[in-house]
């Protein structure tokens, strides 16, 4: 699918079917998710798989509440899905990459230093990588936040204490099913309420914006 | 250009043209950035645009120290971009989101109860929406990171004190140049280094990405 296409036709999909990805085409969406820049090229991003039933029930254990999934018909999906990504970010890696020769000089040897974190903004592009190639390809993806259990993925990923789990994308085959946005923000902002024009030639390009961000409703 | 090839060919262009981007290619890009994901759809993060020369050099000059781009050949490609984007994001609006009716339950109303900061991660989104639309364009694009002048570009730009400008892209015509990661950093990690397979199926998955990640060099 063409680049522009996948960027705009990307949703999240929840109802996911427990048909198998096949190993090419889960691969070509972690390989994009790697593809993500970082700062420094630090490439501390990393993605955790899981495809077998029983580590993919452990992660879902983690991240949510006893019964959250049961009282949730449209969350079931997220218990099919045959594949869950989990995009991890180590933040020591960070300072660790500026403490060396060639980058010192920025002054970012700890993390405390830096005015804007950017290991979250990497983990985000590595998430939109996942997203678009998964769009791309025909898989659904539907992403669940970490607003529990972070330990517990940590420990069954095995990796180091510093290391963060930013988010986790449930993909599958999608099931058709009505676009809808979240249901108190149904639809898209104006983008004359999301774009700053600086000057007179990027103000042209506001009606064009409108136009083509008309053409969507609905989105998460 | 193919989703996939876009996201695999995206890497940073510094050496760019003073040849202006016609506005269709511009507002698609930009349009790709505002498609994003964000957290309950909150669509906190905005796009400032510069197109013309004076609120080009007032951004740079924000941005970098007096001489730092005189002194760095490499670097002057980003003073002939014709366009730069400033990715911004204001975290105020994810406690505003989350405080809503149809939110409150996920106890999130403050930002000191987000486990994650998932305003940089949508922000991250964002930037590599707009990186792989523009290498899908044939535009190339180099980001500068947020060191200082944060509090002159949120200024220049209107926003509100709570804003934060993440990152920006400065975008152009590439000229050719040679492949190379950072200095130090030249080529991939293995990718057995960034993904953990969690199952046996999981394992399955490791040799085509290393075949997949092998097929590149270099970086940023």
């Known amino acids: 699918m063409e680049a522009l296409a996948a960027i705009r036709r990307r ?38 798989i899981a495809r077998e039933p029983e580590s993919r029930a452990r ?14 018909p449209e969350m079931r999906g ?73 330990e517990v993925l940590r420990d069954l990923a095995g990796l180091a204490q510093t290391s963060r789990i930013v988010i986790t994308v449930a993909l599958g085959h999608p099931l058709p099913e009505p676009v809808h946005g979240s249901p108190s923000r149904r639809g898209r902002l104006d983008p004359r309420d999301r774009v700053v024009p600086l000057d007179l030639q990027a103000q042209r390009l506001v009606p064009m914006l409108r136009k ?3 053409g969507r409703s609905g989105g998460a």
């Not at 045959?82 to 000089?105: M, N």
């Open 11 to 48: 949703r999240m999909r929840r109802a996911l079917t427990a048909d198998p990805i096949d190993d090419a085409t889960l691969a070509a969406i972690v390989d994009a998710g790697l593809r993500a820049p970082s700062a420094g090229f630090t490439q501390a991003v990393t993605i955790a």
């Open 78 to 150: 997220l218990e099919r899905a045959p594949a869950l990504l989990l995009v991890t970010v180590d933040p020591a890696a960070y300072a660790e990459r500026y403490g060396a020769p060639d980058k010192r000089a920025a002054g970012l040897w700890s993390l405390e230093r830096w005015p804007i974190p950017y290991w979250w903004v990497d983990a985000g592009a590595t998430l939109e990588a996942i997203l678009v190639a998964a769009t791309a390809l025909d898989i659904g993806a539907a992403v669940i936040g970490t607003f529990r259990g972070e």
């Open 212 to 214: 083509l961000q008309g």
């Open 59 to 72: 992660i879902l254990a983690a991240l949510t509440t006893p019964g959250w999934l049961a009282a949730r």
